[in-house]
Structure formats: C-alpha cells, structure tokens
C-alpha cells in the first residue's frame, strides 16, 4: 500500500483459528400450586434439557450466500495483527516493536495528514457556532453556509434526499464536466452514498436476475478487489473472472474478454464487466486505445459497464492519463456513446484518503429513465448517506479557486500527497524488483503493487512435507 509511510520488504503470512463458544444460561420458572393459602417465592433453576434448547440461528440454518463470502481485506491475516498489536501493548514480548498494516489503502491511519480545507468546512458544518471564530478563513466559512443552508434545519444531523443535497450532486456534475472536456452530466444522475462501495453493490443488485432466470454474472479482473466476489457471492451470482495481462502491464485483453465471456454462458447470463482503473491491486492505468477496444467489445454484448473510478486523481506514470468510460463512450461517437455505464468516485482515495467520511458517488449515464426510477426508489431504503460525508465530497468537487484565501494552501497539501505517493511508487517497484524471484510492473497509478513471486522448488518441497502446502 502506498500511502503506508513503511515499505517492508519481508512479508509474514500469519492464520489463526479461533473458536468462540458463548454458553447462555436458560432458567425455567417453577412454581408450586396447591390449596393452601401460603404464598411461595417463584424459583430459578436450569435445568439439562434447557441448556439444550436449539438457537433460531446456526451455522446450519445461516444462509449459504453469507458463508461463501469472503473479503480477504478484512480476513484472518488482519484478526491476527489486531490480536498482536493487543500483544504488544500488554507487554507482550515479540521479536517486532510494532504491526505495520498494509492490508488496505487507509492513507490516515498510516500518518498522512488531513487536508486543511476539508476539515475545516466539516468542522463548521457539524458546529456551526466556529462561524464566529476568526481563525477559519472566509472561504471554508461561505462554504460551510451553503452547504448548512441546503440542510434540513440548518443541521447536518437532518436527513438529506435519498440521492444526497441537491447542491451537492449540481457541484459533482460541474466538476465531471470539467474532467470530461465539457461533455454535458445531470445533476439528476448522481447518487451520493456510503463510500464507492455503496453505489457499487446497489448497482450490482439492479443487475441481478428474478430467481426463476439464470443468474446475473458479473465479469470481474484476476487480480481484482474483493469488494466485487463478495457481492457477488452475497448476491448469489455468478462471477466470471477474466486474467489481466502481466506481461502488458496489466493490460485488459479483449481475447481474454471473450474467452471469459463464452465459458460463462452455460450457467449464467452475464450483465455487466466491472472494470477498476486506475488498477486495484495491479495498479495499472489504462491506455485510451484499450478502452476503447472495452467499449466496443461491452456494447457489442449487450453487456453494463461498472466503471471503477476511484483511483483517478493517482496517476503517476509518466505519458499516462486517467480517461473516464463516459468520456472515452462519448468520443466513440454512436451507437456507442448509447453504452450503459454507472462510474464511482470515492473521498476515501486520491490525495484526500478521507476513508472515516465514507463518502462516495456514482453517475449513470444512458440509464432508461424508468428503470433510474426503480434505482431511486431502492435508494430510498437507504435514507440517505452521511451529511458530513456528502459536506466532504462538496469540497472536493467544488475546491477553493484561485484568488480565495484557502487556495495556495490547498493546492501545497494536494500535490505534497501526490509527490508523495508518486514517489513511494516508484521506490516500492525498485526494491521488490532488487529481491531475488520476485518481478513487479511498474506502479503506474492506485495505491498498490502486485508483484510475481516465484517461490523455489527446494522450498516448495519443505512446505509439502511439513504439510503448510498441500
């Protein structure tokens, strides 16, 4: 992970298996009942039989969709760190002073500092009384009015709609149109939500098949983020895994494209290919003559692109540019400026790393209009995404301009984070490739790299033999 402030060459792989039993006592309430007229204390006993009674929830009745998920992100390397780093600060001796965790992209809990800006407008919103304190430049103030005055009551604790602050989703879509090159975007086709996780799994369900049907397949990248398996196992869907190319910088083949695809067909209909650029784990950037290739071949099959985002504002390979799906779409001019695409954008990557905010976007785009009725209505159930959130997104689409006191100060703490990880970047690709059987591609954009680790047959044979390998 690039924005962790360690780079470690040497990597442990530790498992732990705990089983936790939760014995509840059960009591049974007795009473005695005769004629006669003394009263009697109710008693409390428990009794064999009791302690016995079948739980309504068990691993045998637990839906099997729950227990085919799997986020590794989260797993058991990260329930075990947790547990050393309890360890340690008991007193614990190790041969280590300190876990470093590396098993997410979480810029903050690793030391990189908020950006001033941000903070100060959320700070505001959630206590507007700093409005009186000089110390808060004018701008983060006018700010913070705008976005209290669009709240219920003046109040970020107030319910926004369901798609998030009208003024909110008008300064995303000012600020697509102008990553975009002008292509038009409907303030009315974005929805605000709990981190780019949110949208992503919201717009995966719209994709799903009634039950009596096939179920819906959704093509994802190997490597990819486990986000997308877990969905799609929760979901009881079927995944259809397509290979990046290694040898081409991670590139996306359409050969592998339409390998994945045709394999798939006997159990699933496939509806959509989720694409993550810049790349996680991989971090790669795609070139605008592969995506294009991508368009063509996804509406050519009829198929919904999931355009992952979030990584856009990380690009550090030098000739490399971020270029969205809509864009590239657009550009291609009809019928495939008619493909079907939902993009994400998150606050918890690119130079901000506000992952706590968990504050996110999609935009549809060429959407049937009824069926983004149906989206609106499902979102519904949700309530709405968290104000300060959708307070920290606004700042980030909508930053300090030119002349305005906050400017100078937040363009120095943007391009500091960017040098940074562009720097570390290119360090961690130097060092993995001077460990010997190990080969990395360079890190082109993200907050990872993916290395290929060839592990040697002497120690293949010893991990047999001690059973570590089977």
Known sequence: ???????????????????????????????????????????????????????????????????????????????RAAELEKELKNGVSKPFERVIRANIGDCHATGQKPITFLRQVMAICAYPDLL?????????????????????GGSVGAYTDSAGLDIVRKHIAEFIKNRDAGISCDPDNIFLTTGASGGIKIMMKMLLNDPNLKPAGFMIPIPQYPLYSATISEYNAEKIGYYLDEDNNWGLSIDELERSYQESLNRCQPKAICIINPGNPTGQVLSLENMQQIVKWAYDKRLFILA?????????????????????????????????????????????????ARAGYFEVVNMDEDVKAELKKLSSAQLCSSVLGQVCMDTIVSPPKPGEPSYEL?????????????????????????????KCNPVQGAMYAFPQITIPPKAIQHAKVTKIYH
């Open 1 to 79: 992970m690039l924005c962790n402030n360690n780079v470690s060459i040497n990597a442990i792989r530790l498992f732990s298996s705990l089983q936790n039993k939760i014995f509840v006592p059960v009591a049974t309430l007795t009473q005695t009942t005769n004629n006669n007229l003394k009263s009697t204390k109710p008693e409390f006993k428990i009794s064999e039989s009791d302690s016995k009674i079948q739980k309504c929830l068990t691993m045998e009745t637990l839906c099997s969709t729950v227990k085919n998920v799997q986020y590794a992100v989260r797993g058991k390397v990260v329930i």
């Open 132 to 152: 009186e304190i000089s110390d808060f430049p004018q701008d983060a103030k006018e700010k913070a009015k705008e976005l209290l005055n669009a709240c219920g």
């Open 308 to 356: 992952d985002e979030v990584y856009q504002d990380n690009v550090y390979a030098e000739g490399m540019k971020f270029h969205s799906f809509k864009k590239v779409a657009a550009e291609l001019g009809y019928p495939y400026s008619q493909i079907e695409i939902a993009s994400f954008y998150s606050t918890s990557k690119g130079f901000m790393g506000e992952c706590g």
């Open 410 to 438: 937040f363009i120095k703490e943007k391009q500091g984070v960017l040098n940074s990880l562009k720097e570390k970047a290119q360090l961690v690709t130097e060092l993995l490739n001077k460990i010997e059987g190990v």
